[in-house]
């Protein structure tokens, strides 16, 4: 299986730890295995908060069976949010994550909830915790499991070996740009205004941690943007071209529209390492390589903040790619390993446990391995099974 190599963020000195966020339905689970263990030495402490609607999660059962110590704590976000609080994003949640070293978070919204003003629609507490967070940085790997090549919508000489980590940048842009609405106008017709917007700081920030991840990969850097018909993508290349001048010539970077980028990705899609792009063009791409590699159910991603040059910490919160998919919420038939493989780049990115994280990646390999699928990568001769099977059997992998 190709793996993506990451930096090893070092935990913090000190024995005393803020706690991560994990989803409501691992919380069970995380108590009943984890009261088994012992505290790792520097005192790590855990806590799980319930970040989604019951209905729209994948049942996270596999958080467990690591070396650690967890302490859990519960909040609501999204649509159990608003139907407790009239909010999507309460302030005792915005506070319980501040206070948190890392958020795994489980997708929200409903088609109930699209009759709402914007301000008041579960997707907004995800927009909400990006901003207070100050998480610019989306990670997002499109890996494509060996065992998985003929789940792709591509042929399997396509995607076999694909490893491609999109780096998004994820709070300028079109996403939060003002002035933004809709305006009635004086003939009786309606105007709508979204505005796209983006710095130097910005652009560079984000650049930056394309080009020091490539170091780490295959070196190697495309950025994608429209400057040939947009003043931000034309400010965009520049400023990349800036930075990797200054501080990375040993990289190898290519500029690439990202409308041919969306075409490459389908026609030679191993082509690429590491992608670089703004908010909306990184929305846009990252789900489409997502399924070149089979399922949007079997990507994790990670939205990182700066690191904390004190501590050593760097606030994340850790996500599926995947939507709620609200038509099958309740059946048991989403896959669980998008959720199970953020725990692994939480582990990975904002506690330094690297080894941990492998331990998941090994365990959700092996699964896959004995012929289990969920589901959205079921194939002939394979045994289907739902969500909570699936979710067991890599509990019973980490175990071996």
Partial sequence: MATTTTPEVKPAETTKKAPISLTAS??????ETMAQQNPVP?????????????????????????????????????????????????EATLKLAKDADAVLFGAVGDWKYDK?????????????????????????????????????????????????LIIRELTGGVYFGEPRGIWDMNDGTRRAVDTQVYTTGEVQRIARVAFDLARLRSNKVASAEKSNVMH?????????????????????????????CAMQLMRRPKQFDVIVTDNLFGDVLSDEAAQAT?????????????????SGNQPGLYEP????????????????IACILSLAMCLRYS???????????????????EGLRTGDIMQPGKKQVGTREMGDAIIAALDG
């Fill in 26 to 31: 691992a919380i069970a689970k995380v108590k």
């Fill in 42 to 90: 520097t005192g790590l402490r855990v806590g799980v908060v319930d970040k989604i609607t019951p209905k729209q999660t994948s049942n996270g059962t596999a958080y467990a069976k690591l070396d650690l110590k967890l302490e859990t704590e519960e909040a609501l976000v999204g649509g159990a949010a608003y139907e407790a609080h009239g909010h999507p994003l309460p």
């Fill in 116 to 164: 709402l003003e914007r301000a008041l629609r579960p997707e907004q507490a995800i927009l909400g915790l990006r901003k207070n967070l100050q998480l610019f940085a989306n990670l997002r790997p499109a890996i494509c499991y060996e065992q998985l090549t003929h789940a792709s919508s591509l042929k399997p000489e396509l995607v076999a070996g694909l490893d491609i």
């Fill in 232 to 260: 931000t993508g034309v400010l965009w290349r520049q400023e990349v071209t800036k930075l990797h001048e200054a501080e990375y010539r040993d990289v190898e970077l290519t500029h690439i529209l990202a409308d041919n």
């Fill in 294 to 310: 089979g399922s949007l159910g079997m990507l994790p991603s990670a939205s990182l903040g700066k690191k904390n040059e004190r």
């Fill in 321 to 336: 790619v995947h939507g709620t998919a609200p038509d099958i919420a309740g059946q048991g038939l989403a896959n669980p």
């Fill in 351 to 369: 506690f330094g446990r690297v080894d941990d994280a492998k331990l998941i990646e090994r365990a959700v390999e092996a699964v896959l391995n």
